[in-house]
């Protein structure tokens, strides 16, 4: 019986008006949408974990859709997609779900990670990867204004001011979310330090990471005290908050689920 097709996608967002398709907008949702309807010959309609924004990756975007009995097995599936979506979309599985299973909604957890090369020379291989900071960051001043957004808050500044008025009318939780990691650690790749901030909770708001990482920066370069993190939060004011980070450092990095709900 045929039950609901799940595809772990990434993408590089450089070219891209974000995931959600719009006309006359090159997006991921359109484009792969485009490869499935050619692979499986039928119109497909696509759910994803998260809408990135335009510019933002993603390594673990989870898309769903609902599957047919004559769709092709998912090694043939994962060869035709790839062929069809690329170069900058990589189809990096396919898992079964049961029928009425909702990418978004059965999500438990979706991490991301920004990522961010300070100091005075520019990134080469990373430059379209990560945001180039032009000096150092205190990252333990980072880590204990980081400490501030950790749990569950009203993260009315920490998103666009347009999400915040929509959700306070729209929905019993407004902008109240969960932050269950929030880490900055140090990693090298392809020669090129870089800090990375990882972020995990169940839901965002709409560029609530980016904002994050705005703010986190500003205490980094000694513009702010770590203590003005937990003022910001608490104004639910988003002109109390830092920048908004550029999308081009964010990475959507994986989606958990209820365990054995995938196979």
């Known amino acids: 019986m045929a039950g609901t097709t799940v595809l772990v996608v990434a993408y590089d967002g450089a070219p891209f008006a974000g995931f959600a398709r719009q006309d006359g907008q090159l997006t991921v949702q359109g484009r792969l949408e485009g490869a499935l309807g050619t692979a499986l010959r039928r ?67 979706r991490e991301y990670r920004y990522r961010l090369v300070p100091g005075s020379v520019p990134p080469l291989f990373l430059r379209d990867a990560a945001w180039w900071v032009k000096g150092p960051l205190d990252l333990d001043a980072m880590r204990e204004g980081a400490a501030h957004l950790m749990g569950e808050h009203d993260f009315a500044a920490f998103c666009t001011a347009e999400t915040a008025r929509r959700l306070q009318t729209a929905t019993g939780r407004g902008t109240l979310r969960s932050i269950d990691l929030l880490e900055i650690g ?64 964010l990475v959507l990095w994986r989606v958990t689920y209820p365990e054995g709900l995938l196979r």
């Open 186 to 249: 140090t990693a090298c790749e392809l020669g090129e330090q870089e800090v990375v901030v990882r972020v995990r909770g169940r839901a965002f708001l709409h560029s609530m990471v980016r904002i994050v990482a705005g703010t986190l920066v500003e205490v980094g370069r000694g513009k702010r005290e770590p203590g003005w993190v937990g003022e910001a939060l608490a104004s639910r004011d988003r002109s109390a908050a830092g920048p908004t980070a550029p999308a081009r450092g």
């Open 43 to 109: 119109r497909v309609e696509t759910e994803c974990a998260g809408r990135t924004d335009a510019g933002v990756h993603a390594l673990g975007q989870v898309v769903s859709f609902p599957s047919e009995d004559a769709d092709p097995n998912a090694a043939a599936l994962v060869r035709s997609l790839n062929a069809l979506a690329g170069p900058e979309i990589v189809v990096r599985g396919v898992r079964f779900a049961p029928a009425g299973f909702s990418a978004r909604h059965d999500a438990l957890a």
